[in-house]
């Protein structure tokens, strides 16, 4: 079993920047990749960003391309998520989720552990 825990999350104005932490512990060796996601109110959960967890491969959603970056630090098996240019639509709470599958999925089934998530809110 993998632990995610989520952290970071808060108020930001527009434009403005915050950056996201997940940490893992448990079988982390069972980890191929952590991913982003976000769920809005009343809305669908969707992908933001993934990285694999050992080569550093990445995926990012189009909509937050350019915007925002995923990266990791396995001394301290950690995935964060830095988001620039911030924009009330990115507004949401933001989960970490792990997958030991072998592809970066943007599907939110292919993963199997999440966290309980971190909210953001962006005002304009």
């Known amino acids: 079993q993998v632990q995610l825990v989520e952290s970071g999350g808060g108020l930001v104005q527009a434009g403005g920047s915050l950056r996201l932490s997940c940490a893992a512990s448990g079988r982390t060796f069972s980890i191929y990749a952590l991913g982003w996601f976000r769920q809005a109110p009343g809305k669908e959960r969707e992908f933001v960003a993934a990285i694999t967890w050992r080569g550093g491969t990445t995926r990012v959603a189009d909509s937050v391309r350019g915007r925002f970056t995923i990266s990791r630090d396995n001394a301290e098996n950690t995935v964060n998520l830095q988001m620039n240019s911030l924009e009330p639509q990115d507004t949401a709470v933001y989960y970490c989720?792990?997958?030991?599958?072998?592809?970066?999925?943007?599907?939110?089934?292919?993963?199997?552990?999440w966290g309980q998530g971190t909210q953001v809110t962006v005002s304009s």
């Open positions: 989720a792990a997958t030991s599958q072998l592809a970066l999925h943007t599907t939110s089934a292919k993963y199997s552990s």
